[in-house]
C-alpha cells in the first residue's frame, strides 16, 4: 500500500514525502517536474529504503488528470490516502487574467484536485477507508489585487474541502483540510513579511500526526485563525477602508 | 526582487546582492536566465565573499541537498552540490564510508569545498578533495547542463575544481568514498617548545593515516610556537558506534557579538588556560569521537562571534619543507618587530600539487588568525612580502585581504586560469566579489 502526494518534487510536498518516508510508508509522488520527482524518489528509497513510484502529471491540465486516472486504476486503488500539497501561482494573475491562465490556474487549484478526489472517492468508499488532506491559503480569505485567480481558487478549494468533511461525517474516510499562512518555501525566500514564516518541516509533521483523525479544518501558523476570523467578523465596508489605508 | 545584505564570514566584505534559493531543477535555469551576473552560494561559510557580489545573484543551492546514487560496493556516491557535510557522512559513516579532505565546519556543503578545493586535518596523507570526486555536472548560463570528469569536459572539470564557482554552478557530485575503519579517534598530545619544533613533531610519519595538527601560542614573543601537536589515530578497538553521529547546534556562526573581545590580555588569558589545561589536566592519551577530532569548531563557534562586527582575518600559508626554517625565522623577526595580536596559530601538514588557483602544495600549512586592526594588517603584509620572496602558497579563499600582487607572484597558474575561463565563459557571468579582487 502507498499514499499519493500530488505536488511532492518542492516546498511542503517535499517535506511530507519525507515526513511518510520516516514512518517507513511506500510512497507515489505526482508532479510536473520528473527530474526533480526521480531525484527525490532516488533519495528517499536510498535513506529509508522505502518503495517510491512517479508519475510526471501536470494538474493544470485537466484533460491530462483524467487520462492519467483512466490510465492507472490499478495503482490509484492500492492507496490508502492522498494529499494535496499543491499550488500554482502566476506571475501577473491580476483582476484581468487571460482565458488559458485562469483556466491553468483553476485546474491546478481547484478543478483538478476536485475531479481527482471524485475519482478517489469510489475507491474509498469501496474500502470503506482512506484519507484526503488538501491544503488551502489565507489568501481566500478575502479578495485581493495580486494572485486574484490563485486566491479565488483556493477559496473554492476550501468550500469544497468542508462539503468533503460533511458529507464524509458517517464512513470510514478521513478528510483533514490545512489553511496555510506564510511559509517558509523558496516562494517566501527572503521575502520581507509581516509576520513570521511557519516551518513546512514542523507541518509535515503535524499533517502525518493528524492522519487518523476526521474532519480536520486546522490553520497554520495556528496564529492566522485570528486574522482570519477577523476579516469574517468585520463588515466588508469597514474591510474594505482598512485595505484602501494600508494601500 | 527584492536585495538582501550579506557579509563574509570574517567580516570585512558585504554587498546587496539578490538572492534566491531555488528547489527545482528548471528553476536553476529560470533564475539564472534573468541575470547578467551570477554566483553559486553555499552555505555561505567563505571567509572571504566567494559567493556573491554586489548587485548580483547569488544562487543558494541548500535545496539540492539529496544523495543520487549510492553504491557500497564499488565506494561511490553521486549528491546535490548543496548536501551539507554532517547530511553527508550521517549517511556514509553509518555504513563505514567517508570522504576525508573536508574543512573543519559540518555545514559547509560539499558544492562549497569543491569549488575551494578544500583539505582536512589529514591533508599530508589524504591531500585534498580533488582526489575523492569522480564526476561533476553544473549548470552554466551559456553551455547549459555540462558533466565534466576526466573523460568528458577534463579541461572544465580541472577549472572547476578549486575554481571559485567560476565555471557555473556545481549541481551533482560523484565522489570516491574512503573507508573509514574504527569508530571514534585516539588523541595522543605531544608538548613542544617551539615553531621548529612542532615541525618537526608534525613531519613525523607522512605515511601513516593520522589527522595532526599543532596549537601554538602567539600572545607574545616569549611564548610564540609553544604549545601541543595533536594526532587523531582512527582507534579500531572501540565499539561504540553513537560517536559517529554528527550533531549540530544552533549556534549561527554568521552572527557576531557588537564589540571585539580579543585583546592582548583576552589572548594570553586565554592561550594560557587553554594551555595549562592540556598540560596539567587532559590526559596524553585520550579518545575523541568522529565529531570533535574532524570538527573541532562544533560548539566553539563563540571563538568567532568574540571578534565583533568588524570580525577577523586570517592567513593560511603553505611553506616547502626545506623552507620552514627561514619561514619561522623571518616570522619570529617580524612578530619581534610589529608584536601583532594573533588568536590562534596552528601548523599542519600538507601535500599536493598547485594547479590554476587550488590551495595545494607538498610542505608545512601555517595558520594565523587576526584581530582586524592597522598593526595587525601592516603585519600581515609583511607576510606577504615573504611569501612573495620565497614563493610560498598564501590562501585565497581564507585571506580576504590578500594582494593581486601577491597572488599574481605566488599563483604561476593565474593568468593561464584566467584566459581559459574567459575563453569558457565570454560574458563572465560567473563572478563574486572575490573574483573581481582577482581581475578575474
Redesign the interface.
Known amino acids: 500500500m502507498s499514499n499519493l502526494i500530488v505536488g511532492a ?3 511542503l510536498g ?1 517535506e511530507i514525502a519525507y515526513e511518510f518516508a520516516r514512518n517507513s510508508k511506500n510512497l507515489i509522488l505526482i508532479s510536473r ?1 520528473l ?2 520527482l526521480e ?2 524518489k ?2 528517499l528509497e ?2 529509508f529504503k522505502i518503495e517510491v513510484n512517479v508519475f510526471q502529471l501536470d494538474f493544470s491540465d485537466l484533460n491530462k488528470v483524467s487520462k492519467f486516472i483512466l490510465d492507472n486504476k490499478k495503482v490509484l486503488e492500492k492507496i490508502d490516502g492522498v494529499l494535496f500539497p499543491i499550488g500554482m501561482m502566476r506571475e501577473n494573475d491580476n483582476i484581468k487574467n487571460s482565458n488559458d491562465d485562469l483556466i491553468g490556474i483553476f485546474s491546478a487549484n481547484f478543478y483538478s484536485i476536485n475531479f481527482f478526489i471524485t475519482h478517489i472517492l469510489n475507491i474509498f468508499e469501496e474500502k470503506k477507508n482512506g484519507f484526503i488532506v488538501g491544503f488551502g491559503s489565507i489568501s481566500g480569505a478575502i479578495g485581493r489585487e495580486i494572485n486574484v485567480s490563485y486566491s479565488s481558487a483556493k477559496r473554492a478549494l476550501e468550500n469544497y474541502f468542508e462539503s468533503l468533511i460533511i458529507s464524509n461525517l458517517k464512513n470510514h474516510i478521513k478528510v483533514q483540510f490545512y489553511i496555510l499562512g506564510y511559509l517558509d ?2 516562494l517566501s ?4 513579511l509581516l509576520l513570521p514564516k511557519g516551518s513546512p518541516v514542523n507541518l509535515a509533521k503535524i499533517v502525518y500526526k493528524n492522519l487518523d483523525k476526521k474532519g480536520i479544518k486546522k490553520f497554520f501558523p495556528f496564529w492566522w485563525i485570528f486574522i482570519d476570523m477577523a476579516i469574517k467578523i468585520l463588515p466588508f465596508f469597514i474591510t474594505k477602508k482598512i485595505i484602501k489605508f494600508f494601500n | 526582487m527584492t536585495k538582501k545584505k550579506i557579509y563574509s564570514l570574517d567580516k570585512n566584505y558585504s554587498a546587496d546582492i539578490f538572492f534566491k534559493r531555488p528547489d527545482k531543477y528548471k528553476e536553476i535555469e529560470i533564475i539564472s536566465s534573468k541575470f547578467e551576473n551570477i554566483i553559486t552560494m553555499g552555505s555561505c561559510n567563505s571567509y572571504t565573499p566567494a559567493s556573491f557580489r554586489k548587485n548580483a545573484l547569488s544562487i543558494q543551492l541548500t535545496k539540492f541537498n539529496r544523495i543520487i546514487e549510492f553504491d557500497k560496493s564499488q565506494k561511490l556516491i553521486t549528491v546535490e552540490a548543496g548536501i551539507m557535510l554532517s547530511d553527508l557522512f550521517n549517511f556514509t559513516l553509518a555504513r563505514g564510508l567517508w570522504v576525508p579532505q573536508i574543512p573543519g565546519y559540518p555545514t559547509i556543503t560539499i558544492g562549497g569545498a569543491i569549488a575551494s578545493n578544500s583539505h582536512g586535518k589529514s591533508c599530508g596523507f589524504h591531500g585534498t578533495i580533488k582526489k575523492q570526486i569522480k564526476r561533476i555536472k553544473i549548470f552554466h548560463k551559456l553551455h547549459g547542463w555540462l558533466n565534466l570528469s576526466n573523460e568528458e569536459n577534463k579541461d572544465i572539470f580541472d577549472l572547476t575544481i578549486g575554481g571559485l564557482g567560476l565555471t557555473g554552478s556545481i549541481v551533482e557530485v560523484q565522489l570516491r568514498l574512503e573507508e573509514l575503519s574504527g569508530n571514534n579517534f585516539v588523541t595522543k598530545i605531544i608538548e613542544t617548545d617551539s615553531s621548529n619544533d612542532t615541525v618537526k613533531k608534525i613531519n613525523f610519519d607522512v605515511k601513516k593515516e593520522t589527522y595532526c595538527y599543532s596549537w601554538n601560542r602567539s600572545d607574545s614573543f616569549k611564548n610564540f610556537g609553544k604549545g601541543f601537536v595533536f594526532q587523531n589515530e582512527l582507534n579500531i578497538s572501540s565499539n561504540n558506534k553513537l560517536t559517529k553521529n554528527i550533531k549540530l547546534n544552533n549556534s549561527d556562526i554568521n552572527k557576531n557579538f557588537i564589540i571585539n573581545f580579543w585583546n592582548k590580555y583576552s589572548v594570553f588569558f586565554a592561550q594560557s588556560v587553554y594551555q595549562n589545561y592540556f598540560k596539567f589536566l587532559k590526559s596524553k592519551q585520550h579518545e575523541e569521537s568522529f565529531q570533535k577530532a574532524i570538527f573541532p569548531f562544533i560548539g566553539k563557534e563563540f571563538y568567532f562571534k568574540l571578534f565583533g562586527k568588524k570580525g577577523f582575518l586570517e592567513s593560511q600559508i603553505i611553506v616547502p619543507f626545506d623552507k620552514t626554517e627561514v619561514f619561522i625565522d623571518e616570522v619570529e623577526t617580524i612578530f619581534k618587530k610589529h608584536d601583532p595580536l594573533i588568536t590562534l596559530y596552528s601548523l599542519k601538514n600538507f601535500k599536493g600539487e598547485q594547479k590554476n588557483l587550488q590551495f595545494e602544495n607538498d610542505g608545512i600549512c601555517f595558520t594565523f588568525d587576526f584581530v582586524k586592526n592597522s598593526k595587525n594588517l601592516f603585519f600581515m603584509d609583511e607576510l606577504d612580502k615573504i611569501c612573495e620572496k620565497h614563493l610560498l602558497t598564501p590562501s585565497i579563499i581564507k585571506d580576504s585581504r590578500l594582494k593581486l600582487e601577491t597572488i599574481e607572484k605566488c599563483y604561476k597558474d593565474l593568468n593561464r586560469f584566467k584566459e581559459e575561463i574567459n575563453k569558457f565563459d565570454n560574458k563572465r557571468i560567473y563572478k563574486s566579489t572575490l573574483t573581481d579582487k582577482l581581475m578575474i
Open positions: 518534487s518542492s516546498g517535499r517536474n527530474k526533480d531525484i527525490l532516488s533519495d536510498i535513506k518555501t523558496n525566500f527572503e521575502k520581507k
